[in-house]
């Protein structure tokens, strides 16, 4: 293979995968532009583990592990349905095997599947569906937990600000407060996430405000 059909292939690697950044790129913005608002509680986590290098380390209050009827393999494409909730905030309505037409949903896959087992009386001989567990005998209810992966773990923002928003978001948890919200867009399956608020300012705003005392 001669040197220019080699530098015709490593061109044309380039610019495929310049492609396929450019086209996330322009997707993650028609999200931002087009996509629904949701606005996601976080829940407390760890002051001291919340921020890693040059992302905020998030956890939902929502639950993204719910009951199904049917059992999922994992890596398994999955929807997961969101509604409104109380005060205004989104909330993870269901897990779905597709959406319905006018569904707001997030496209992601299955984490992992379990089937649902309930206690029973230690008298019961069906042992093709019991299973003992540290002395006790359960049985198959035919529902599933299943957990999905959501793509809402890391809020990404400036080195210089991440410390001043680290001690905002680690000041937040210690008054046993809601730490923040979550502002992700959706759009035809991406969630995109748009803003991450303390006490209804972005997290950038606290943070410059701290660097500026």
Not at 11 to 36: K, P, T, W
Not at 88 to 93: F, H, L, P, T, V
Not at 145 to 169: F, I, S
Request: overall charge positive; some cysteine.
């Amino acid at each position: 293979m001669n040197r220019r059909r080699m530098l015709t292939i490593a061109l044309i690697g380039l610019v495929a995968q310049f492609g396929v950044m450019g086209f996330m790129i322009m997707q993650r913005e028609i999200a931002l532009r087009n996509g629904v608002e949701c606005r996601f509680l976080t829940a407390p986590v760890d002051p001291y583990d919340a921020f890693r290098g040059r992302y905020v380390s998030l956890n939902l209050t929502e639950n993204n592990r719910m009951l199904c009827d049917r059992e999922y393999a994992r890596g398994q494409r999955i929807y997961v349905i969101i509604g409104n909730g109380t005060n205004g905030y989104s909330r993870i309505e269901r897990l779905a095997p597709r959406p319905g037409p006018d569904d707001i949903y997030i496209r992601t896959r299955v984490a992992y599947c379990w089937p649902e087992y309930r206690e029973i009386p230690a008298i019961t001989n069906n042992t093709a569906l019991a299973r003992r567990s540290h002395g006790r005998r359960h049985v198959l209810t035919g529902k599933y937990q299943v957990h999905a992966k959501l793509p809402l773990d890391r809020y990404y923002m400036e080195e210089k600000l991440a410390p001043e928003a680290e001690r905002a978001y680690q000041n937040a948890s210690r008054r046993d407060s809601q730490p923040g919200v979550l502002v992700v867009r959706v759009w035809r399956g991406m969630a995109v996430i748009e803003d991450l608020e303390l006490g209804g300012r972005p997290i950038r705003d606290v943070a410059r405000e701290r660097l500026e005392r």
